[in-house]
Structures are given as C-alpha cells and as structure tokens.
C-alpha cells in the first residue's frame, strides 16, 4: 500500500482560493521559462488567477526576443545562458544571473512596488535578489526544487574532502535562504522532512508536487500489450551520470537477444555525458540499430513518445539525491497508461510501494534487466499495476495542486 497519507495532500479538489487579481508579482529563475515545468505551471497558474506576473529568465538562444508574453506572463530573458561545465563556472553563472536579477528586479520595483517576489531555486541564494522588494513589503516565496548540497555531492568531483568546506557553506546559505522567505515551497515529502530537519521551520514549508499539465498529458486508461509487437523502452530527462543512461544501455545489449522487437529510445538536451560517455558507449556495444537518441523535445512531443513506448525507464544511480528526489516523469508516464520501471528510494516509496510500482535496486544493472525481462513476460500482471499506479497519481493531478498552490500564496498575501 502507498504510505502517502495525509489527507490535506490527498489530491482532492481544495476550495478555489479569494481572486489574485491586480495581484503584482515578480517570478525569477535561473532556467529557460517554458522548458522547465514546474516553473511554467506555477507562473500561469498565478496569470490565469489574475495577476500580474513579470519573469526573469536565462535566454537559450540569441534568437529568442529579450522580452515576450507566454501564457500571461511577461517574460525578460537575460543574456545569460546555462552551460553544464564544472563547478566554478556553475557558481559564476549563478553569482552572475543573481546580480542582473537583482538590478532588474530593483529597477522595476522603485518604479512599482511588487505585492510578491517567487524565487526559484538553483541556486538558493537566489532568493537574496529579492532584498530591495521585500524592504518595501514584498513577501517572498522560496521554490526549492532541489536540494543543493545533496545535487552537489552527487557529482563526481564535490567526492573529494577538500569540497566539504563548500558543502558547509551550502548548508548555511540553505537555512539562511529559508530564514529570508516568507514561504517555502518544495515538490515532495522527502525533501520537505530534509529541509525541516535542518533549515525549517517546518510550518513554513510545504509540497506542491510536479504533477504535469493535464492537457500536455491527459490521463489514459492502460492496455495489455499484444505479444509480437514491438518492445519499446524510454527514457527522458536530464542527461547527466547520476541517472544511469549507461546503465540502461548495458543492459538493453545483454536483454537484445532475449527481448525479440527490443528498442530504446531516449531525450534529452545535449550534455558533456552524452557526448563523452553515452554516444562513445552505444558504438561499443554495438546497439546503435536498437539505441536511438532524439535530442530535446517539448512537453507535448515527449507525451506522444511515452504513448507509443512498453515501458518507461528511470535508471538512476544511488546517490544522496537521487535518494530522496521523485522524478516527474513517474507521475507522466502513468498518466498515459505506462509502466515505468523506478529505484527504491525513500523519495518514491513515501508515495509508491511493491503493489503499484515496478521497483529495482537502483544502480543493479542485473536487478534492470530481470525487471525489464518480468513486464516483457507479464502483461496482464503489468496492466494490474498501471492501474494501481494510476490511483495514486490520481490523488495528485495538477488540478489539485494547482488549487493548493493558489491558496497558499493567497493566504500569504492576505
């Protein structure tokens, strides 16, 4: 049984919250605003209720107009771009886009006072780009996506012991950030536990998951898969080391002789990984018949890859975040009536357990592979678990984390 209990975050339709309308409210993100979800959802969320919502944003490409509205939201992008590179480059970009945030958001605040600034995180520092607005009474909300000191630590090179200064650092920087917010927000119930632990108050924090837009997604019933089809595995997300792409592929070359109809196909923006690693490995095994990479693609094109796909992948490796993060591509691949096959971590099993998710060890490529070979060999058993994991995810739908969401950042301005 899921031990995702409490009813007050059991996905039903909370009341719709007082109207936010004339509502002035300044949104930053060190990301691009319509690739990154959870960032566009909540600022149309907060257009659609009425305000009005001014985003700062990097820019990805010198062809995107430096001013545009998305959705309602009125959209200034930086001539900053994001560059996944090493550590010092990561922090100059942050301490770059923090610096021009915060000459932006001063500049608009002297000429019209924001009733609230939403900050995004990475970095977390961000949010003290908000200090003129909240001195002229601004409340500001802190949008933990992740926590930064485990992301960190999960990269190769913050292993070694001369990074554990920058690690107590971070850890500073965290608890003085959620002391500057005036609300906290944060996606699932393993990292609001971490951040209570060390950073809280735990009353200030709160979920609102990464459930994806239901237009984008909408909630299929499942199918049995019919025997001579072919069989195609996915994967989408981040092309980065800690969630285990090589894996998959080594395992996708030991099951190719066993799965009759076996594809793999995968998106994602480009990446050192990718180019270094993933791309190198694929002409190795031999597979690039069965193996195929489809660049990055938008939310609707990748809704339309999981439709067409057997079984969705999550092949991460055990790491100190990967322990406690849940993937949104969970919840999107059982909005269509896919299995997806997840590590058994705390972050997953506060809301997933064995009768409605497919588990493995996560890094075990001999665990992948005989859970790959089970839902190959199991359709009906399959079908039964969609299902059981389509109850859950029900219980969250965007529609009502977007009610939960609304009425939070109302009961904050009221």
């Known amino acids: 049984m899921s031990r995702f209990i409490p009813a007050d975050r059991a996905g039903q339709v909370l009341p719709a919250c007082p109207s936010l309308t004339g509502k002035r409210i300044a949104v930053i993100v060190f990301s691009y605003f319509t690739s990154d979800p959870r960032v566009f959802r909540e600022a149309s969320a907060l257009a ?22 998305i959705n309602g939201v009125h959209v200034t992008r930086a001539r900053v771009t994001k560059r996944r590179v090493g550590l010092l480059h990561y922090i100059k970009q942050y301490a770059l886009f923090t610096g021009l945030a915060f000459l932006w958001l001063t500049g608009r605040t002297l000429r019209r006072r924001y009733d609230l600034v939403h900050v995004h995180n990475m970095p977390d520092f961000l949010v003290f780009s908000a200090l003129f607005a909240k001195i002229l009474g601004a409340k500001v909300v802190l949008d933990l996506h992740d926590p ?20 107590h650092v971070l850890l500073k920087i965290e608890k003085l950030a959620i002391s500057f917010a005036d609300l906290v927000l944060t996606p699932n119930i393993a990292f609001r ?33 019919k025997p001579g089809d072919p069989f195609v595995l996915m994967y989408h997300g981040t092309l980065v080391e800690r969630h285990g792409l090589h894996n998959a592929l080594n395992v996708v070359a030991k099951l190719r002789k066993t799965l009759p ?22 002409a190795k095994l031999g597979i690039g018949d069965i193996a195929q990479y489809f660049g990055e693609k938008p939310q609707k094109e990748i809704a339309t890859a999981i439709g067409e796909c057997d079984l969705g992948l999550i092949p991460n490796l055990k790491t100190a975040f990967t322990e406690i993060n849940f993937p949104t591509r969970i919840f999107e691949y059982l909005a269509l009536g896919k299995p997806v096959l997840v590590p058994r971590t705390r972050g997953i099993s506060d809301y997933f357990g064995p009768d409605n998710m497919l588990f493995f060890t996560g890094g075990n490529e001999k ?20 299902n059981a994991g389509q109850a859950v995810y029900k219980r969250h739908l965007w529609k009502a984390e977007h009610f939960k969401f609304l009425t939070l950042i109302d009961r904050l301005l009221s």
Do not use: Q
């Open 148 to 167: 930064m000191p485990e992301v960190l630590t999960a990269k190769e090179d913050l292993k070694a012991s001369r990074f554990l200064f920058l690690l």
């Open 261 to 282: 109809g076996l594809r793999f196909a995968f998106y994602g923006a480009e990446t050192e990984y990718l180019k270094e690693t993933i791309l190198p490995l694929i």
């Open 193 to 225: 536990t971490l951040f209570a632990s060390r950073s809280g108050p735990e009353d200030k924090i709160h979920i609102v998951m990464n459930s994806p837009l239901e237009e984008n997604f909408p909630l299929t019933a499942p199918e049995i898969r």
């Open 367 to 386: 665990e992948l592979a005989a859970r790959i070979l089970w839902v190959f060999e199991h359709p009906v058993e399959t079908y039964d678990l969609i």
């Open 48 to 69: 659609g209720a009425g305000a009005e919502v001014d985003l700062f944003c990097l820019r990805k490409t010198e062809a995107e107009a430096k001013e545009a509205t």
